[in-house]
């Protein structure tokens, strides 16, 4: 496994051996000696998530304040631009982002670690995001920042898809990073 450092210091790109041949390819998706070495410390995940969405489908960005979850994700059908935030108050990185491309093809994981808002963006026709989550899903702590948050400065590919954007009212609806407290 191939381990990509980004600016924010403890997200990271993780990229898999991938053995192929004519019959199709082989990949070790989740491997939690390996994936402890790249991260520095233990992780244990208590949950995986599985989402299909429609090209144009933004989700995020997410986040829980009281029970954050980090996040390992992977797209192994279609295309994805994956963003993490770093909300964490005391962090040196608040309020920067990592966006990376996440698909089928390029088999890419992306580490996401407890405190981080996240979201994605479908590029493809269609696309399967997996997830695993270090915490539970708790609604009552859950929160949403704002998409297109000026301040976050994030460069959405919007020229890559032919449809407009969809999202839910609760992401129509995130704060703005000046509004998190």
Partial sequence: MNVIR?????????????????????????????????????VTFVQDNHSRSRQGVLRGLHFQRTQPQGKLVRVPQGRVFDVA??????????????????????????????????GFLVLSESADFLYKTTDYYHPASEGTLLWNDPALNIQWPLHEISSEILLTDKDRQGKLLSELD
């Fill in 6 to 42: 980004t600016a924010i210091a403890d997200v990271l790109i993780l990229e898999p051996r991938v053995f192929g041949d004519a019959r199709g390819y082989f990949l070790e998706s989740w491997n939690a000696q390996k994936f402890n070495e790249a991260v520095g410390h233990d």
């Fill in 85 to 118: 935030v770093d909300i964490r108050p005391k962090s040196p990185t608040y309020g920067q982002h990592v966006g990376v491309e996440l698909s089928g093809e390029n088999q890419r994981q992306l580490w996401i670690p407890p405190g981080l808002a996240h």
